[in-house]
């Protein structure tokens, strides 16, 4: 997954604290997304940005915000953390949103909230 | 939201043997895709799926499109222990609504 890098690998927040997750790729990816996994639950989308500059709501994004900063750069942010978002959080690129573009991943990023 | 239905959720098998796992939908998909997730990992892609019938492999796996766009098969001939993981499907419908619908995994232990 060298194409797609998520920092930090690991993070533990107290509730109440802000976090910024960081995704940066380096494959000329149009579209990115950031998605949670959780036991059970699979992967849900968050947020996903079409182009740099956009940016829209997927499945699950109450308590988060996006910033697509360049075409190369998606980050998200967690402005007042709580228990329920403790996760793992993906992001992912791809050329773009039609149906032949396969979405790549990066390692991810473990949060917990305590 | 929509999900997959991605069965079984679970297999433990004997190394050497074959292993095969599907995904349906109520919905008719454009693309099928099958993706790879071990520990400490990202889900990485295995195999793409565009057409209706396709049938594609990937070394020790093949996947199929089904025919009626509402399910995909992937099968892993001679399983080996690094097939340990779990492996997601998801699907890629028509429309302006362009979001990856995800199976919940079917996780894979082989015991050598």
């Known amino acids: 997954n060298a194409g797609v890098t998520q920092t930090p690998k690991f993070q533990v927040l107290k509730t109440g604290q802000s976090m910024t997750l960081q995704c940066a790729q380096d494959?000329?990816?149009?579209?990115m997304y950031w998605y949670r996994q959780d036991p059970g639950m699979g992967l849900r989308l968050i947020y996903y940005?079409?182009?740099?500059?956009?940016?829209d709501k997927g499945e699950v994004p109450n308590g988060y915000n996006v910033s697509r900063l360049n075409k190369r750069e998606f980050s998200l942010r967690l402005e007042s953390a709580a228990p329920s978002q403790t996760s793992v959080y993906f992001c992912?690129?791809?050329?773009?949103?039609?149906?032949?573009?396969?979405?790549?991943f990066g390692d991810g990023t473990r949060l917990s909230i305590l | 939201g929509q999900q997959l239905n991605q069965s079984p959720q679970s297999m433990f098998i004997q190394e050497g043997e074959d292993v095969s796992m599907n995904c349906t939908s109520s919905s008719i998909f454009n693309t099928w895709l099958w993706y790879k997730q071990e520990p400490g990992e990202g889900p990485v892609l295995l195999i793409a799926l565009y057409k209706a019938g396709e049938l594609t492999s990937n070394g020790r796996l093949t996947a199929q499109f089904g025919i009626t766009r509402k399910d995909s098969f992937l099968n892993i001939s001679a399983s080996i222990p690094s097939d340990v993981g779990i492996y997601f499907c998801a699907g890629l419908g028509a429309g302006n609504n362009r979001k990856l619908i995800w199976g919940l995994g079917t996780s894979l232990a082989v015991n050598p």
């Open positions: 940005s079409a182009s740099e500059g956009t940016t």
């Open positions: 494959m000329n990816h149009n579209s």
């Open positions: 992912a690129g791809a050329r773009g949103l039609s149906s032949n573009q396969p979405q790549h």
